[in-house]
């Protein structure tokens, strides 16, 4: 018989449905109970998706209901602080992202999971895209002869329906650059060191049912890093891009990162949060070919089922604790670079390569 996962999620807001969804359809994985703040978004979400118990205190929910694995989709600027206490409660934990605030922080969770002997991710899940994987493997191989470059570029004009993407421990780091960080130090190796800047552009935000808001947390970035051998990478986001076409999806065939060596290039068509496939040229082809054309092969959500098929299977998940908690030390070193005008040197790493 398949062994199946109690599943908690913490937080009732619209990426629960996203998550909730794809829990549905995991074979290992049996969501319990669930827990908002707000009690009639909880029972709400309890009664639309047949879960037998909701919660709108986070104490009680850990107290009540036995489950196994804490799925957490609350606020940024509240995972780490859930976190730790889901862990301390000896629950596992997937978080989205970032998992921690700090370097120090995310490094406490990791060896208060190992105290007590259970298991911690983080989002994104990017690495898990076929995508990801043929342009990992293009690079193992030497399809792009010694790598020089790769850029990503990810932004809108920003959410309008919660505050706390524009606070303190928010921003479009965070929110936004965390998929390419992720993306980019998983193709290319673990950052070295990191030079970046930050701003904010627009001041004051409208928010849904709250009016305008001061903005304190950057909500424009550029972030450079070295990796090994030479190579340098570039983030761009923000939430003061015009995109016609936005979230919508017309642009798939839009390359939104490129790799760049001696020997050729290589684009992701589509988002790498919601890729569809993979263009490269080589000195060898002198033409750009398609491969890894799957546009729905990997989706966002998946973190929570690929957590709960590991603790059912043993089948280890590609993205790992420590890919998270490196792309929250070069957030928190993109931040001090702008604050001292300098380059920051990364002390954490990772099991690279991600993809064999």
């Not at 921003?171 to 904010?200: H, I, K, N, Q």
């Not at 398609?290 to 089948?315: I, K, M, Q």
């Amino acid at each position: 018989m398949t062994k199946r996962i109690a599943v908690g999620i913490l937080g009732c807001g619209s990426v629960s449905q996203h998550y909730l969804r794809h829990l549905a359809a995991c074979p290992y994985a049996d969501v319990v109970s669930v827990c908002d703040v707000a009690a009639e978004r909880a029972h709400a979400t309890a009664a639309d998706h047949g879960i037998p118990y909701w919660y709108e205190d986070y104490g009680a929910m850990l107290a009540g209901e036995p489950f196994d694995l804490l799925v957490n989709l609350t606020s940024m600027q509240a995972h780490e602080d859930l976190n730790r206490i889901a862990l301390e409660a000896g629950k596992h934990v997937w978080s989205e992202k970032p998992m921690a605030n700090t370097l120090e922080g995310g490094r406490e969770l990791l060896r208060l999971a190992g105290d007590r002997g259970v298991r911690l991710w983080g989002a994104p899940t990017v690495v898990e895209s076929p995508q990801f994987a043929f342009m990992a493997r293009a690079l193992a191989r030497g399809a792009l002869g010694r790598v020089a470059a790769a850029h990503a570029a990810y932004g809108h004009l920003g959410p309008d329906w919660s505050e706390f993407f524009y606070t303190r421990g928010g921003g479009s780091l965070p929110d936004l650059g965390v998929y390419s960080l992720t993306f980019l130090t998983g193709l290319l190796g673990p950052a070295r060191s990191v030079v970046a800047m930050t701003s904010v552009v627009t001041p004051r935000r409208h928010i849904n049912g709250l009016g305008n808001v001061e903005v304190t947390a950057e909500d424009n970035a550029m972030v450079l890093l070295e990796h090994a051998d030479g190579a340098l990478s570039h983030v761009a986001c923000s939430f003061n891009y015009y995109d016609p076409e936005d979230h919508a999806f017309t642009g798939y065939d839009r390359h939104t990162i490129t790799v760049t060596g001696r020997g050729g290039v290589m684009k992701l068509a589509g988002y790498d949060w919601a890729p569809k496939a993979v263009d490269i040229c080589t000195l060898e082809t002198g033409r750009f070919e398609r491969h890894a054309d799957a546009p729905h092969a990997y989706v966002w959500e998946n973190g929570a089922s690929l957590a709960a098929e590991c603790l059912a299977t043993g089948r280890e998940p590609l993205c790992t604790a420590e890919h998270a908690l490196h792309v929250v030390e070069i957030m928190q070193a993109a931040r001090l670079s702008q604050q001292t005008g300098r380059r920051i040197f990364i002390e954490s790493a990772f099991g690279w390569p991600v993809v064999c």
